[in-house]
């Protein structure tokens, strides 16, 4: 058959497909320019003819013209010929995507190269121009244009199976407290700062860099470890804040998770929950901006899922004890309460402290059990010394945030205060800040009838890095414990400023204070200068078993 009536007939059947059809001679590296619908690709009247009788030059002309420019440069590489001829000497065909503006509009489009000769030499080949704008935009996230979570899990996917050869990473990053950004610039400027980074994350995908909205505040970017690297250096990440900031937005903070040399095989969704891990484990972490998931997570994961799995029968076995810590009077050294901390007396392990497991514990709820476990043997103790007649001082228990959400919270408290005879002046609840980010109308409302009842109210780790000043006339209080990082940074003069008008401030509001953490003379003399009221710290005495605790309160009341 003559070839131009083959052309022709493929061509026919090709503009089903296509919006255009571009056939290239790669012998003489001509371009013949079949258009099916004018609008959408090429204007016929100007293509056709001599001026583009060169592959070059026609492909140079609606880059130029038709191509985004930020797409402009990538698309006549992919599309030149040398690149098509190697590309198809190895596969049938391939495609390359690109913002394609017309009026003004611009429309994701994508071309096609396919070979059209069934014959071992390569002398034609066939482009194809599609419009795939109504699929990009679907897997784009209408925000901040950057993949949507599926489409970035599947192009990714894709990514590490078709390059089994390249080492790939993958990163979450994560604003730091957004949600406060929000509550303060307003949702406006929130959006706005999602879409800014989208932006600029998206201007920088490539075939081999993929980005997606992992979602909130989260994106997610896979690409090759070297452009990992780069993207990740502390220079960049700052560069990247500041330009953020002189386009007129607030300044942010942004924390990232990496997880390194994914696997050809791996599932990129769980390579991302541990790129995650990563993440959450320095989300709290002041300073901290990048956390690597590497064999101490794996460990991590371990122990967690260990823990996870004895927790319940130690909590039958009675593997938990709650131990004390004295508290005293920094005037005059007298014993005046004490704080209940629970220890798991492992049978394996040995006396475990809260910090290898509370984390665990307040992930999967079962603090609530804990956190009334501490309450009920305490009563139970504080009922036991009693009868036996000895003095006693009041105990603080710990709360944690998921105990107070419980909706009988109060009630549960007052009853097992009341099946022991516990009056409540012998009881204190100590919270932390962190529980009033969520619902603040509920604890503020649970929080009056806790200290309705009688019991006194301690706010734990005051003047740490979450501090919100008004929270203290919000709240009924009664004691205010400074944070231990005062004593961490002891004998820092800025510190000590900070920590002198913190203790004025409270006392102002007629509460009382705590300092923990005092090991030494110097320190219990300096905050008893400063007006402290109560001292807690290894200086009087460590935490302590509840035998031991009896001795002691024989010893000083
Ligand atoms: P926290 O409430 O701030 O408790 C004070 C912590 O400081 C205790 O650690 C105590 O052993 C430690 N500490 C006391 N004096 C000194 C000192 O002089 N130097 C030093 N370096 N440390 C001192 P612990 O017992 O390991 O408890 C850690 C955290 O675990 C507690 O911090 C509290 O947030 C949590 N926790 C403990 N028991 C419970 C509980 O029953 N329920 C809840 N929700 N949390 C608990
Ligand atoms: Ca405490
Ligand atoms: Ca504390």
């Known amino acids: 058959m003559d070839k131009e009536k083959l052309n022709e007939k493929i061509v026919q059947s090709l503009c089903r497909e296509y919006q255009a059809v571009w056939i290239v001679n790669l012998d003489e590296y001509s371009a013949k320019v079949f258009v099916s619908n004018s609008e959408i690709v090429i204007p016929v009247n100007i293509c056709k003819g001599s001026a583009f009788s060169s592959y070059k030059a026609t492909l140079d002309w609606y880059t130029d013209n038709y191509v985004a420019e930020h797409d402009r440069e990538r698309v006549k590489e992919i599309a030149s010929s040398e690149v098509v001829c190697e590309k198809l000497s190895v596969s049938d065909s391939y495609s390359v995507e690109y913002k394609r503006i017309f009026n003004g509009k611009d429309n994701y489009n994508q071309m096609v190269f396919s070979r059209i000769d069934d014959t071992d030499k390569m002398e034609r080949i066939m482009i194809g121009f599609r419009d795939i704008d109504g699929i990009k935009r ?129 599932s990129i969704m769980s390579v991302c929950d541990k790129a995650h891990v990563a993440l959450n484990s320095i989300k709290h972490q002041y300073g901290k901006t990048s956390a690597y998931y590497d064999d101490n997570f794996r460990r991590d994961i371990e122990i967690h899922r260990r823990i996870e799995s004895s927790m319940r029968q130690a909590l039958e076995e009675k593997q938990f004890m709650v131990y004390y810590q004295p508290k005293h009077k920094a005037s005059t050294g007298e014993l005046v309460g004490a704080e209940a901390l629970i220890r798991w007396i492992h049978p394996k392990h040995g006396i475990m402290r809260p910090d290898q497991f509370i984390e665990v514990f307040e992930k999967n709820g079962f603090i609530k059990e804990i956190d009334y476990y501490v309450w009920e043997r305490t009563c139970q103790n504080i009922q036991r010394w009693n009868e036996m007649g000895l003095k006693t001082v009041p105990v603080s228990v710990n709360a944690s945030k998921l105990t107070f959400e419980q909706e009988n919270l109060v009630e549960n408290l007052r009853s097992c205060a009341e099946r022991y005879n516990v009056p409540p002046d012998k009881l204190h609840i100590e919270i932390t800040e962190t529980m009033t980010v969520y619902d603040q109308e509920d604890l503020i409302y649970k929080l009056n009838e806790i200290h309705n009842i009688g019991y006194k109210i301690e706010l734990d780790d005051f003047g740490s890095g979450y501090s919100s000043i008004s929270l203290l006339t919000l709240i009924p209080l009664d004691i205010v414990k400074l944070d231990r ?37 110097d320190q219990l003399n300096t905050h008893k200068n400063l007006g402290v009221d109560t001292i807690q710290g290894y200086y009087f005495s460590e935490p302590i078993p509840e035998d031991k605790f009896e001795e002691y309160m024989k010893k000083y009341l």
């Open 138 to 266: 679907a897997e784009r996230d209408p925000l901040t244009n950057v993949y949507t979570r599926p489409a970035f899990f599947r192009k990714a996917q894709e990514l590490i199976a078709n390059n089994p050869d390249k080492q790939f990473d993958l990163m979450i990053s994560d604003i730091v407290d957004f949600k406060e950004i929000n509550e303060i610039y307003g949702s406006a400027i929130g959006d706005s700062i999602l879409k800014w980074s989208g932006e600029f994350l998206s201007s920088a995908m490539t075939d081999d860099v993929i980005v997606g909205r992992f979602g909130g505040d989260q994106f997610v970017v896979i690409c090759s470890h070297e452009h990992m690297k780069f993207i990740t250096l502390d220079d960049n990440a700052e560069a990247f804040v500041n330009q953020m900031k002189e386009s007129g937005l607030p300044k942010i903070n942004v924390k990232y998770g990496i997880y390194e040399n994914v696997k050809p095989t791996s």
């Open 485 to 521: 990082t005062f004593m961490k940074q002891f004998g820092n003069p800025e510190k000590t400023k900070v920590l002198s008008a913190c203790i004025k401030l409270v006392k102002e509001l007629n509460y009382k204070t705590v300092s923990e953490d005092v090991e030494r003379q």
